[in-house]
């Protein structure tokens, strides 16, 4: 059974920076595309970003590019997420998932999805 585990939200002030990781367990996602989505309270889910297996080729939201960094250390079965120059919007639970197309990562329809952290910015 896969599990993700994700780590590293929290509150911060509008303009600063948090960097989430999400961990993979009871399997392997190193051949397997990686995306985060987010969901704030009374919206549906949206995706934020995703990264192929060798990370080189990146998708972003048109709301966090240039602010929100994807990465993946395949050795450590791990994505994370760098955010920076956060908004008030930004607030919401972040969730991260995983899947070998890509495709289907950002269209957000996969099997395995973590429990979410949950992000906080105070404007």
């Known amino acids: 059974q896969v599990q993700l585990e994700e780590s590293g939200g929290g509150l911060v002030q509008a303009g600063g920076s948090l960097k989430l990781s999400c961990t993979a367990s009871g399997g392997t996602f190193s051949r397997a595309a990686m995306g985060w989505f987010r969901q704030a309270p009374g919206k549906e889910r949206e995706f934020v970003a995703a990264?192929?297996?060798?990370?080189?080729?990146?998708r972003y939201a048109d709301s966090v590019k240039g602010r929100f960094t994807i990465s993946r250390d395949n050795a450590k079965n791990t994505v994370y997420l760098q955010m920076s120059s956060l908004k008030p919007d930004d607030t919401a639970v972040y969730y991260c998932?995983?899947?070998?197309?890509?495709?289907?990562?950002?269209?957000?329809?996969?099997?395995?999805w973590g429990q979410g952290t949950q992000v906080t910015v105070s404007s």
């Open positions: 998932t995983g899947n070998p197309a890509f495709a289907t990562v950002v269209a957000g329809r996969t099997t395995y």
């Open positions: 990264t192929n297996y060798g990370g080189d080729h990146p």
